[in-house]
């Protein structure tokens, strides 16, 4: 099974990549999609919606997850995420693609089992779990594999809980 993780952004967008075989969950690929800041928001969006097909074409996940957004002090920094995401979603409804979100907490627990984790520290498991040689890099990358692990991890309680509800 083949899972994608997202953490959105208009500059910089990031992916991992993962195959769930049983228990395991394995690295495939993560990265950036990057777009230059002196275009306009449609054009970088569009960007964005772009470099997501080709992704998507290229693995053919069984799923995507994103990270829930949270604005604290600055909302208007929230605005172009959010905007990006907006762009993730209609790109997973076009496809008919289950999409899942965590919030922080959930991935951080999931990753390095306390909620509370210090982003080094889910970076260092994140490159232990998936038997990496050295942390994937820029930020964004590790951050994307990290909701996908907790995606991956997720899976079996979902499943559970879904045939808990329909009888």
């Keep these: 099974m083949i899972l994608i993780g997202i953490d959105p952004g208009t500059a910089t967008t ?20 990057e777009t230059p800041p002196d275009l306009d928001a449609p054009a970088r969006l569009k960007m964005i919606y772009e470099d997501f097909n080709t992704l998507l074409d290229k693995y053919r996940p069984d799923g995507v997850a994103t990270e829930r957004l949270f604005f604290t002090n600055n909302v208007t920094t929230g605005i172009p995420v959010g905007r990006a995401l907006g762009v993730i979603l209609l790109t997973l409804a076009q496809r008919g693609l289950p999409w899942a979100e965590y919030t922080p907490t959930q991935v951080k627990s999931a990753v390095v089992g306390v909620g509370r984790a210090e982003k080094k520290q889910v970076q260092f498991m994140v ?11 820029p930020d964004d990358a590790a ?14 309680l979902t499943a559970a809980v879904r045939r808990g509800v329909r009888g």
């Design 127 to 137: 490159t232990r779990l998936l038997g990496l040689n050295a942390t994937p890099k």
């Design 143 to 156: 951050d994307a594999l990290a909701i996908a692990i907790c995606h991956a991890h997720s899976l079996p």
């Design 14 to 33: 990031g992916f991992g990549v993962v195959e769930k075989r049983g228990d395991r969950v394995c690295f495939v690929d993560c990265g950036t999609f």
